[in-house]
């Protein structure tokens, strides 16, 4: 039951935290604050890139003994992904998608 009030409250935290994203417009999500610092739509790409590598991570805890797993160098992904041409409200989508419960059936 825990675990149920627990992913409960991430959701919410998720589905509010994207309300108040989405407040931002298109450009003031491109702003950099302090030179040489990820932007807004860069720090969302970055959860992104997060949260793509802890799934494979997950997945493969799953399916070898050994759980080393390589890192990922998230300036150059950040960078390659150019999320800072990204639409906003597309980045915030997919962010609040990957912070998701799948649904089944």
């Not at 450009?27 to 890139?49: A, C, F, R």
């Not at 997950?58 to 990922?72: M, R, T």
């Not at 998230?74 to 597309?90: E, G, P, T």
Request: charged fraction near 20%.
């Amino acid at each position: 039951m825990q675990m149920e009030k627990f992913i409960n409250d991430v959701e919410e935290t998720v589905e509010s935290a994207a309300a108040r994203l989405l407040a931002l417009s298109e450009s003031q999500s491109e702003i950099h604050h302090t030179p040489g610092k990820w932007s807004p739509k860069e720090i969302i790409g970055h959860l992104i890139d997060s949260a793509a590598n802890n799934h494979r991570r997950f997945v493969l805890a799953q399916l070898q003994e050994d759980l080393v797993f390589p890192g990922y160098e998230q300036d150059k992904w950040v960078a390659a992904q150019k999320y800072q041409s990204a639409s906003w409200v597309s980045l915030v989508q997919l962010w609040k998608l990957y912070m998701s419960r799948p649904s089944i059936g």
